[in-house]
């Protein structure tokens, strides 16, 4: 005999609860409580559940369901529904998912790097799973690189071509086993099959091949190996001849390779690692992080050639720890494997393909991967996280706002270090990291990506966002996005996307914004980069109050990669600038000919585009101190700047040169030059980050107090540099007022989708 009357509730939960283990979590949970009927995934990422029982067994549960989610899940809402009818379910069960699809908002959670049970397992001789490379459980493994479609089920990701065996079946049921309902389960018997072959793809018969392919690069070959989200390359990094020749064929000659070391004890060897970084490198997100190298550092100087730090992470697969196991080295070479301007590999056809040239071996994996998804790259200012790719770990998890967007918006990012965003509500979606849209491939990549986020989150976009530039490949594919689904299209000028974001980020309705990077096409269609912009939620949206001088850039894009003409373009007239660029002349491609020309462009004002960018003076104090005459990857030159200037002092205190709302910046540059031989260069360099910064902060201090603002934030790529970023935040906090940087989207491009969307979904259109 019931004492109690029975009830009947339905729940749905949205959030990150597909792929969690938040099934087997509800199942214990109802269980424990006494509590009949079922739960089941849906086809919006979301969560059902039917419980019957006693009010007080459901209100128990209900009380665990809130306290004691699984550490990854992340519930957004859980909607409760009295149904009625008699009791019908004998059991507690988890039911096959349904592909319903009705709340949008859900999504599955980011790749997660191996937990500890794994990686205990993994080194178990007893265990089944022993030295298995691909050993997951519903705590860890790659997540948003397998799933194809929605629910979350083995069948709808690329395990689906490794059907269980028995043992691995038996585990995936027990309710009490770690990996009952792991979508990833897998063992040597039945799961994924690793192999290595020739450059050209025959196979090379081996029984331990990864632990081969560790004393293959220890040794100094260069193999590709596939990982979670795409194919990295690899090699030594105690050894200069492999990335000689690695550079040689990837042609990049100066652009830093990111690391794997085998363990944090490792790292401190060779870098320093504050507590907060540590914490984060060993995190389940496994980012690489841009840490000091240390004064004893030994690797080799061609990993981050001139640089002050080098991009750092641990191992987050099987595989990889694996790797280190019969070799000494404390770190391997792992940069991620995309030919020039294409997306990473992916595919294994694809990888033989475009790799095969560049590497001496190949370890490849028969598992799919469905979705490319680069590493996440992250720097610490002082104790702030700063974001310079947000991608593995973190992407599709969304970023939570604190206001609901007025409209569902698809943000499309700008040309460079491209990200879509979905903005949902109060939920935004940044994609993984795309790239560079400047052709077909990674075109497409972003239409896929895009398209994906909108199904994946069930998302009904009214409107797309794209920049201003009217040639730019994302503007392009706005507007054949727009016109196919009948979409709002909205431009918004790039600088504005900057600091829309800042300020959506944390909730401000005005701000005066520091926007600062090499490029952005600005309302008059000229090159802007340097601005200070007075923004608000409620008018018009924003006003360029105030920026850097304008300054020509001979030749137009030449000047963005070879800085002495920027240089040349600035102390024209100042200094004996033919003199100058003669005695640099081995640094102009076509030598003595090519000065000539620029001198004369120079006399007549031909072919000479003006721009306010930051990024461009750096470069022009660069090439000034000799410390960088050609720009061979984005930011190069300003990113050696910083690198020397970090042991330097302001030795020349420059006050800053205001007239007309527009800093000077001939004059600094003319400073430099003129004390280049009698200063050291860290100190020159120093003092130009100093001037910049510090006029700056003055310039927006001015326009703060004019418009009664309170709040400044810096934004634009130019904000990843510390010494910037901390010497503005100086000032403009001395004169009290707010100073915001961003904290959940990389200041640079990869934050520029998310700056469209709130444009378009937040302020007024
Ligand atoms: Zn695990
Ligand atoms: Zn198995």
Redesign the pocket.
């Known amino acids: 005999m019931k004492r109690w009357k029975s009830l009947r509730i339905k729940i749905n939960i949205t959030g990150i609860v597909q792929g969690v283990g938040f099934r087997p979590f509800i199942y214990r949970m109802a269980v424990k409580n006494g509590l009949k009927g079922y739960v089941r995934n849906r086809g919006d990422a979301g969560v059902e559940i039917l419980i019957e029982g006693t009010k007080n067994d459901i209100e128990n549960f209900l009380k665990d369901l809130r306290e004691k989610k699984s550490p990854l899940a992340q519930i957004h809402d859980i909607i409760t529904t009295k149904l009625e009818g008699k009791n019908e379910y004998e059991k507690f069960t988890i039911y096959k998912s349904s592909s319903e699809t009705e709340l949008p908002g859900s999504v599955i959670p980011p790749d997660i790097a191996i937990c500890n049970d794994c990686l205990r397992e993994l080194r178990d001789p007893k265990d089944p799973r022993y030295e298995y490379f691909f050993i997951t459980c519903t705590d860890c493994g790659p997540r948003f690189t397998i799933i194809e479609k929605l629910p979350y089920d083995r069948e709808n990701t690329t395990m689906q071509d490794f059907p269980?065996?028995d043992?691995?079946r038996t585990e995936y049921t027990d309710p009490l086993n770690r990996r009952f309902h792991a979508q990833t389960v897998?063992?040597p018997?039945?799961?994924p099959k690793v192999y290595l072959t020739t450059q050209k793809g025959e196979l090379i018969k081996h029984e331990d091949p990864i632990r081969e392919v560790g004393k293959l690069l220890s040794e100094g070959f260069v193999i590709a190996i596939k990982g979670y989200g795409g194919f990295h390359v690899a090699t030594s990094t105690t050894k200069d001849a492999p990335l000689i020749r690695l550079r040689k064929v990837k042609h990049r000659s100066e652009k830093p390779f990111a690391i794997m070391a085998r363990s944090l004890e490792a790292v401190k060897t060779f870098a320093e690692v504050s507590g907060k970084e540590a914490e984060l490198l060993a995190s389940y997100i496994r980012p690489i992080i841009l840490l000091n190298k240390s004064e004893g550092y030994y690797l080799s100087d061609l990993i981050a050639p001139a640089l002050h730090n080098v991009g750092v992470m641990l191992p987050y697969t099987g595989l990889h720890y694996m790797l280190f196991d019969k070799v000494d080295e404390p770190a391997f070479v792992m940069t991620s494997a995309n030919p020039p301007n294409q997306p990473i590999v992916k595919d294994n056809e694809e990888a033989l393909k475009t790799l095969g040239a560049t590497v001496d071996y190949f370890l490849f994996h028969n598992r799919q991967i469905a979705h490319r998804c680069d590493d996440s790259v992250i720097r610490m200012h002082d104790k702030d996280l700063v974001f310079i790719r947000r991608s593995r770990g973190y992407a599709p998890a969304p970023i939570m706002l604190k206001e609901k967007a007025k409209r569902c918006v698809a943000g499309l990012g700008g040309e460079l270090n491209n990200t879509a965003c979905i903005l949902l509500g109060n939920k935004a979606f940044i994609s993984q990291h795309i790239g560079d849209v400047e052709n077909i491939e990674t075109r497409d990549f972003l239409e896929d990506a895009t398209k994906h986020l909108i199904n994946l989150t069930n998302s009904k976009v009214e409107t797309v966002a794209c920049d201003l530039h009217p040639k730019f490949t994302t503007t392009n594919l706005a507007h054949d996005l727009a016109n196919e689904n009948g979409w709002q299209l909205v431009q918004v000028q790039h600088h504005y996307a900057h600091v829309a974001a800042l300020m959506v980020e944390h909730d401000v309705k005005e701000i005066v914004g520091i926007c600062c990077d090499g490029y952005g096409y600005g309302i008059d269609g000229e090159a802007w980069g340097g601005e200070i912009l007075l923004c608000t939620r409620e008018s018009s949206g924003f006003e360029r109050v105030a920026h850097l001088e304008k300054q020509p850039l001979i030749g137009g894009d030449l000047a963005t990669r070879y800085p002495l003409r920027t240089t040349a373009g600035i102390l024209y007239k100042k200094v004996n600038v033919e003199d100058w660029l003669l005695q640099n002349k081995e640094h102009f491609p076509h030598g003595e000919s090519e000065i000539q020309i620029v001198l004369h462009q120079l006399e007549k004002g031909h072919n000479i585009i003006g721009t306010t960018s930051c990024g461009r003076v750096l470069d022009a104090v660069a090439a000034v101190l000799g410390i960088c005459f050609e720009r061979t990857y984005e930011g190069e030159p300003a990113m050696k700047l910083e690198s020397t200037a970090i042991k330097g002092k302001d030795i020349l205190k420059l006050k800053p040169t205001i007239k007309s709302n527009t800093l000077d910046t001939t004059q600094m540059l003319l400073e430099i030059f003129e004390k280049r031989k009698k200063y050291s260069k860290a100190d020159l360099a120093y003092s130009a980050h100093a001037y910049l910064a510090q006029g700056l902060a003055k310039l927006a201090i001015e326009k703060a107090k004019e418009n009664n603002v309170k709040t400044i934030g810096f934004s634009g790529g130019a904000a990843c540099n510390e010494i910037l970023t901390l010497t503005m935040q100086k000032t403009i906090e001395a004169a009290g007022l707010q100073f915001l940087i961003h904290k959940a989207v990389p200041p640079g491009d990869g934050g520029l989708s998310f700056g469209q969307a709130v444009v378009g979904g937040f302020f007024q259109l």
């Open positions: 269980m065996c043992f691995c897998a063992c018997r039945c799961g």
